[in-house]
């Protein structure tokens, strides 16, 4: 399945409003639509497949979360705006490998996106220690947790599924998993 | 219902009825409750310190955990776009394509001609001249020499073992250190630097004080192309070490500028003094310092200092021809490496470009406040 830029690239109000209603296929769209650009960026800048998928879908968080604090302005163009955060965060990554940055081949126009990436970083370390904190957790409080706040699962359905005889065992059970949750959280 | 509430509440104060407090506060947080229990809610907040920081802290982890399902969500979304693009095909015709540069050469066959006939020309005229010249001799044998140099350049790691061994043969030589080297610190709490090759293929490492005490160390970061390795002490009888006394220095240093090194090619610490005798190091090695000290094995990784105690390399290595011509890895290198670890892990780190504390001392006052600061590295190695 090969992509043309021109013909399946959504427009740029789209796809705002498919982050902002959380749509899958706006997202599948815009995946699909700038994906080429940036894997072209890394390919002829010492980097394979791999490294172009990490870097556009970091790319892609950090716009979505610009998106979603609503301080977005379309003052540039998406594509722009994504090709200058992943051109942004290859060259971080290429001085963090030592290899050598100081001509990077362009292919598109640039813009200045240091503070949204300062700001990712922020984000980007509370992801890494709430992932760790709930993988030192251990089961089942892991799966207990998950279910309740990633999930959205009831009670009920927790208390069925590990099948605590009532609703207050249950209840137990998860408090005691999210004290120590929060404690490896803000330890951490 | 309100009543029942706030006999929860009630029971809350009088018990700590911790887990009915955690329901109320997310319940809370998620606007769940009723206007009135809402209303007592904040009342009980107001009054209690306690359930109030518990509430922020609440609220902190709920947006945290919040943001960590959006995210989770986002890159399963986006795992799933990417399923269905045909990476490899675009790959392909995306790579910078070797069919390019025979374009290039193509198109450009006539300008890439006339370059190569004037690189001719200039050759052919500069080999007139070299060979209308007397000295072209000398020059020709000067560059044979360096090309054998460059080859039997010694690594100053010192082979204990096979002179320990020679005494005590008795000894279980798995116990003995079978390479040493030297390092010193870069950090209050713990963390030394040496030459790559020094560690390089250790099974274990251990450094050793100028009191005899040692410490396991790990190996932190490793950059063969500098040839600098961090190691960090992990040890608990290791106790943080005070400010460190010298500094990095900020420049290069000048040829004649004076400088000495503090290294272990026997167990205890020795002084070598000497000067820059030239800016590069073998073979015109922009990364190196040539220094004339003389070193002995044992040496590697110590630090070579200024007269204001400020470093400006590392010693490395030594010609094996040549009395007197060593080299040290530029100091810039050293802060490379610095960098290039995560920051917040080195706590009281070396300054860079500051004034150093032994700034003025003499010699002996100098060595005195740094060999605390000095390490042996002793590497064992059960191949």
Known sequence: ?188 | MFTAFEEIILSIMKMRNDIELEAIIEDYLKGKLTPEEHAAFEQLRNNDQIVDHKVVAHKVFLESMAQYANILQLKERMDAAHAQIDVETLASELRPHPSKLVKLWKNNRSAVAIAASFILLTMVSLYSIQSNNKQAGTFEAMSKDMARIKTTQNSLIRDIKSREANKNSNNNSNNRARFGGTGFAISGNGYIITNYHVVRGADSVYVQNNKGVSYKVTSFYNDPQNDIAILKINDESFHRLPNLPYAIKKGSSSIGEQVFTLGFPKDDVVLGDGYVSSKTGINGDTLAYQVAIPVNPGNSGGPLLDNNGNIVGIINGKENKTDGATFAVKSKYIMEALNAIPQDSLSRRVTYGKRSQLQGLKRNKQVDKIQDFVFMIKVYNNN
Not at chain 1, 72 to 82: G, M, N
Not at chain 1, 89 to 96: E, M, P
Not at chain 1, 125 to 151: N, R, V, W
Request: aromatic share 10%; proline share 2%.
């Open chain 1, 1 to 188: 399945m090969s992509i043309k830029l021109s013909s399946s690239v959504p427009t740029d109000r789209e796809v705002v409003l498919g982050i902002l209603n959380n749509s899958i296929e706006a997202l599948n769209k815009l995946y699909a639509a700038y994906f080429p650009m940036v894997l072209q960026l890394i390919l002829n800048n010492n980097g394979d497949e791999d490294d172009a998928k990490d870097v556009y879908q970091e790319a892609i968080i950090v716009l979505y979360n610009k998106v979603r604090s609503g301080n977005f302005e379309l003052s540039s163009k998406l594509k722009t705006y994504l090709y200058s955060v992943s051109r942004r965060i290859w060259l971080k990554k290429l001085t963090q490998q030592r290899k050598k940055t100081n001509n990077i081949a362009d292919f598109e126009d640039i813009l200045v996106v240091e503070d949204d990436l300062e700001q990712h970083e922020q984000k980007d370390l509370q992801f890494d220690k709430m992932k760790i904190a709930l993988e030192s957790l251990g089961e089942p409080c892991k799966t207990i947790i998950e279910d309740f706040y990633i999930h959205n699962h009831s009670m009920q359905d927790i208390c069925e599924k590990f099948g605590y005889t009532n609703a207050d065992n249950a209840k137990t059970q998860k408090y005691k998993c999210l004290q120590r949750l929060k404690k490896l959280f803000f330890q951490s």
